[in-house]
Structure formats: structure tokens, C-alpha cells
């Protein structure tokens, strides 16, 4: 397949060619090739898969071999066309609309087609090159092919955590309409407990419960959004455990943008059974490469140790498979923790439950239980989350809420279970609980995270 997309574009670069045939440029001011420093010596690489394949190790020095080698000119167009539209540049195989390039080769000049969207192929070649690092040879290629902003350099996300509790999609969908941000560009839902926990859905079949869920979500944000015509990027039962299920959605405009999506399911309960675990999805936006981790952990205050082996067990296991190769976790540009971490009060089983819940209720009670925490204690003891950033919490705790009514269950300590944490370079604009969905015994959390250009 690579072999024919190679040989459909040189006989599409050779007709361009022709039909523009080089045109002689003023000899007052001619434009030399400079050599890429430290690349137009090394000998070229011919590993890979076929011929025509050029690894993004290699990119660098195949783009200055095929401009600087003593070949006849007319087959220099066709090279670059090559070269640019690699399937090791352009990972997600997908084309854009095409447009021209000219390109200078010493006093001649070329025009080629290229992908309209600069992220397609410059950016990814400058990325290239960078990688390579190779700065002169980035600021050389910025020359040629020019240098526009990534139009995702700026995105702003909006995140959802909520435990369904093993409840029914029973209510309107537009109960949840005004949750939904009409200013975001993606909106990231992650859900836990959409059916019950039983032997029987863990061992055999958590039935369709998961569909449900995911049209009621869809339908909630589409009926509340429709002029951002948001909509999935991707299949849901593929990103589902069970209990668990993710669903990423991007606007009308940022979705044909939403490149490379891939996913991981770890499980992390008993003997490795999915009641507890994680559902990883990944993707690109523009230059970069976002992760996903929607979580259940361990429940109860004794089982913080559990929990923080299972969050080991899911950084170590969390990896993607895209095109043959496998992509961890940690080798992405953001990446973003959510779901039900169940972390409690230290020392819950020696507190009041009635006291707490009637103390959490103000300002100064949330800062005082707060500081017993167990998420929060640990990362400052151990390496529990130590390097993922949370915006500060201000909102009452997010478990046990009695369902379908506004108030904390007295029987039981009140806890923080609920959360969402990013590494990268982001910044929270909101962080809070939606305490008027009041369909779970949990109260659903959300955060919106900004991207802007460094």
C-alpha cells in the first residue's frame, strides 16, 4: 500500500511538473540550498519496510540527499512530494484537501502539491527535524515551507468525571444540558459504574447499559450544543470496561483534526477482572499528542496501599497500538488522570459521620477535611501521583450522596473520590461538582483545562 500511494504521487508530481515546467529566476537574486549541518555527510539509512519508507530518524537527511544530490531536476518534485507525504511523517494516513508549494532549488523553481492544512505535513516535518535535533535544518525547512501557527496551539477542554452508581439512563438527557460547554473544543466524559458490579457482569456479560449511557450523554450534549455540532470521535465499545466507559467528543470544527485515536483497557480487580482498572484513549490535535486515563481504583479507607499499587499497575500497562508500534502512555505531549481514584479520609473510621457531613458544607470545613485527604497526603509522602498536577479543590466532597436528593448520605464520612488530574502544558479554568445531577450516590466533577501557545 505505501508502494502505490509512493508511485500515485510521483506520476501526480510529475504531471504538476510538467504542466508547470521550471521557470528561469532573475539572476540578481538567486536562491541557494544551504546543506542541513551535520546531516548532508552521514550516510543515508535504507532500513524499514520497503524501499520508499523513510523513518522519522531519518527524514532530516533524505529531504537534504533529494535536494542536494546531482539528480536531473524534473524527478526533484516527485522526491519531495515523497519524502513530505511519508507515512512515517504523516502517521494517520489521512490527506487534506490538496494546494500548491513552490519550492526553490537553486535558480529554478518547482511548484508541488501538498495537504492544505500546515499541521499535515510542515509541522510534522518540522517535528522531524527537531526531533533529530537538528534546529539549523528546522529554521531552513521554516524557509521553504513557512512557518504558520498551529491552529490547535490554543484548545480548550472540557472534562467530566462521574460514577454512575450502577443507575439507569432513565431521566431526559436535558437534565444535564446546561453542564455542557459551548466554548470547548473537546469534551472528554469519563464514567464509572454505568451497571452494576456484580459476579455476573464481571464474569460474563455487563449487558448494554454502556449504549445507553453513551446515547443519553450524546444526545444530553448535542441537544444542549447544536450549533457546535459536537459529536464522537470514535467507537465507544471499543473504549469500555466493564463499568467503565470513555467517550471524547470534539466540535464540528476541531473534529476532522482529531487524528491517530487509539485505545488501552487495563484491568486491575481481582485476578485482573475488570470491576476495577482503567480505559486509555489516545489522539492527535495539531502538534500534539494527548492521553486519557478514565479510572476505578480501590474502594474504602483501608485500601490505599491497593489503590496506589493499582495506579502503579496502570502506568506501567497503559500503552497504545498504532499503526504496528506500540505508543506508551507517558510519551505524550498531555495527558489527563480522571474517574473515581476513591481516595478517603485519613482516619475516616474514627470521625462522625454527621459532623463531617454537616461541617463539609462551608468553606472552612472543605480546607479542615481537606487537609486529611488521601490522594492529597500521599503525593506529599510517596510517588502516589507526585509529578500530576490538580487544580485547587473548593467544592464540597463527591461521595455518598443519597440519589435523587439533595443531600449527603449521615450514615456515612463524606470523601473526595472523584477527580481530575493532567500533566502538560495546561491550566485550569474551572474545577468543581455538579451537585444538581443528582442521579448517583455521586456527584459528578468537572474541570476545564486551557492550552495556549508557550
Known amino acids: ?44 539509512s535504507d532500513s524499514g519496510r520497503g524501499g520508499n519508507r523513510v523513518s522519522m530518524e531519518d527524514a532530516p537527511r533524505e529531504l537534504q540527499r533529494s535536494l542536494t544530490e546531482s539528480e536531473e531536476l524534473e524527478d526533484q ?21 490538496m494546494s500548491e508549494l513552490d519550492i526553490d532549488f537553486d535558480s529554478d523553481s518547482f511548484r508541488v502539491p501538498l495537504p492544505r492544512r500546515s499541521m499535515d505535513v510542515p509541522t510534522r516535518l518540522r517535528c522531524a527535524l ?12 521554516s524557509e521553504r515551507v513557512g512557518s504558520p501557527a498551529d491552529p490547535w496551539d490554543t484548545v480548550r477542554v472540557q472534562c467530566l468525571t462521574w460514577n454512575l452508581g450502577g443507575t439507569t439512563p432513565d431521566s ?18 469519563a464514567l464509572q459504574e454505568v451497571c452494576q458490579l456484580s459476579a455476573y457482569s464481571i464474569l460474563w456479560s455487563d449487558g448494554d447499559m454502556w449504549k445507553q449511557w453513551a446515547d443519553w450523554i450524546r444526545t444530553s450534549i448535542r ?66 499528542k494527548w492521553c486519557v486515563a478514565n479510572v476505578h481504583l480501590a474502594a474504602g479507607t483501608a485500601a490505599q496501599l491497593e489503590r496506589e499499587a493499582q495506579f502503579d499497575t496502570i502506568s506501567e500497562r497503559l500503552e497504545f497500538l498504532l499503526d504496528g508500534e506500540v505508543v506508551p502512555a507517558d510519551s505524550h505531549d498531555i495527558s489527563l488522570f480522571i474517574g473515581d481514584t476513591n481516595s478517603r479520609l485519613v482516619g475516616a473510621d474514627d470521625l462522625d459521620a454527621e459532623i463531617v ?10 480546607k479542615q477535611y481537606l487537609q486529611r485527604d488521601q490522594l492529597l497526603v500521599r503525593r506529599l509522602e510517596t510517588t502516589y501521583f507526585h509529578d500530576w ?57 468537572e474541570c476545564i483545562l486551557e492550552l495556549t501557545p508557550s
Open 1 to 44: 500500500a505505501v508502494a502505490g500511494r509512493c508511485m500515485a504521487a510521483r506520476y501526480i508530481a510529475a504531471a504538476v511538473a510538467r504542466e508547470h515546467p521550471p521557470q528561469p529566476r532573475p539572476p540578481a537574486s538567486p536562491v541557494v540550498v544551504r546543506p542541513i549541518p551535520a546531516l548532508a555527510s552521514t550516510p543515508r
Open 77 to 97: 518534485p516527485t522526491r519531495l512530494h515523497r519524502i513530505l507525504t511519508e507515512d512515517s511523517i504523516v502517521s494517520d494516513g489521512r490527506r487534506s484537501r
Open 130 to 141: 527537531s526531533d533529530a535535533g537538528q534546529s539549523d535544518g528546522e529554521q531552513w525547512i
Open 172 to 189: 431526559d438527557p436535558s437534565e444535564a444540558s446546561k453542564a455542557w460547554r459551548s466554548d470547548a473544543d473537546l469534551i472528554v466524559v
Open 223 to 288: 441537544g444542549a450544543l447544536p450549533e457546535a455540532d459536537f459529536d464522537l470521535v470514535h467507537d465507544p465499545s471499543l473504549s469500555r470496561l466493564v463499568g467503565l466507559l470513555t467517550l471524547v467528543f470534539a466540535s464540528g470544527k476541531a473534529r476532522p483534526d482529531v487524528l491517530a485515536f487509539s485505545q488501552c483497557i487495563v484491568g486491575v480487580g481481582f485476578a485482573g477482572a475488570g470491576n476495577k482498572g482503567c480505559v486509555g484513549v489516545r489522539w492527535q490535535l495539531g502538534r500534539r
Open 357 to 366: 457531613v454537616a461541617e463539609v458544607a462551608s468553606a472552612a470545613g472543605v
Open 389 to 445: 498536577r490538580e487544580a485547587p479543590i473548593h467544592f464540597t466532597p463527591t461521595y455518598r450522596w443519597l440519589k435523587s436528593r439533595p443531600q449527603m448520605d449521615p450514615k456515612r464520612v463524606p470523601a473526595w473520590t472523584d477527580r481530575i488530574l493532567w500533566k502538560g502544558p495546561l491550566t485550569a479554568v474551572l474545577y468543581r461538582s455538579l451537585e444538581w445531577l443528582e442521579i448517583s450516590d455521586h456527584r459528578p466533577v
